[in-house]
């Protein structure tokens, strides 16, 4: 159980195009999702915590106009880069929390690498 | 300003001992505690966690302890296997919206 798919799990792309992550859980329902980022080397970064229904609550220093992020159901998020650019390059990741359970644990995505040219 | 932090970036045990790893946090409000691990280009896997009221959680060869009055909490891993080499976060929450704090993250190696 609580298993937590992402796609794609890598893209390359020219700079200045937009490119699309989806986050799906696909055993359990999850209100909240949340988007990290990971540079080489470092921690992850919460970059924005996705609520179903409504909107997202970013990060300081996160562009919410960058980074669009839409719940649209109980399973799904999607993560929107847009105008990307060399330096978004980077690991995403997505974690979803189970609404069944009580327990604040965060399953993870296995990532989204993005390379912008 | 670091409010998880994992002062070791890296762990070398021989294949068999016990792995100990440490984590610090400054937050007070923390009221749960868990980690990771994490392989490259990977998602972190869920291993254990743990809430504030208790000291001490464990689940087969992992073992998490939480010591309040220290803001301090340590992973062991008994024994420990080659397959346990990988990096691991701890990482901690204080509020029903669930934000995680990770720390930097101990890289360890286990040698057969």
């Known amino acids: 159980g609580a298993v937590v798919s992402q796609h794609p799990s890598w893209v390359i792309c020219k700079s200045g195009t937009s490119v699309k992550i989806e986050c799906r859980s696909l055993?359990?329902?999850?209100?909240?999702m949340f988007w990290y980022r990971q540079f080489p080397k470092q921690s992850l970064m919460l970059m924005a915590t996705?609520?179903?229904?409504?909107?997202?609550?970013?990060e300081q220093g996160v562009e919410k106009d960058k980074f669009l992020i839409n719940h649209a159901s109980l399973t799904l998020s999607t993560l929107t880069v847009t105008s990307a650019h060399p330096e978004d390059s980077s690991f995403y990741i997505c974690s979803a929390r189970d609404v069944g359970q009580p327990a604040k644990t965060q399953y993870f995505g296995p990532g989204t690498r993005l390379l912008v040219l | 300003d670091q409010q998880v932090k994992q002062n070791s970036p890296s762990l070398s045990v021989q294949e068999g001992r016990i792995s100990i790893l440490n984590c610090d946090y400054t937050n007070s409000m923390f009221d749960y505690f868990l980690w990771y691990k994490k392989y490259p280009a990977e998602g972190p896997t869920f291993l254990i966690s743990?809430?504030?009221?208790?000291d001490k959680n464990e689940d087969g060869r992992f073992t998490v302890f939480l010591n309040k009055s220290a803001k301090h909490l340590s992973l062991h891993i008994v024994p420990s296997q080659p397959g346990d080499s990988a990096v691991y976060f701890c990482a901690a929450t204080y509020n029903q919206g669930g934000k995680l704090i990770f720390g930097q993250g101990t890289e360890l190696s286990v040698k057969p």
């Open positions: 996705s609520n179903e229904g409504s909107k997202a609550t970013y």
């Open positions: 743990i809430s504030s009221i208790k």
């Open positions: 055993d359990f329902q999850a209100t909240t």
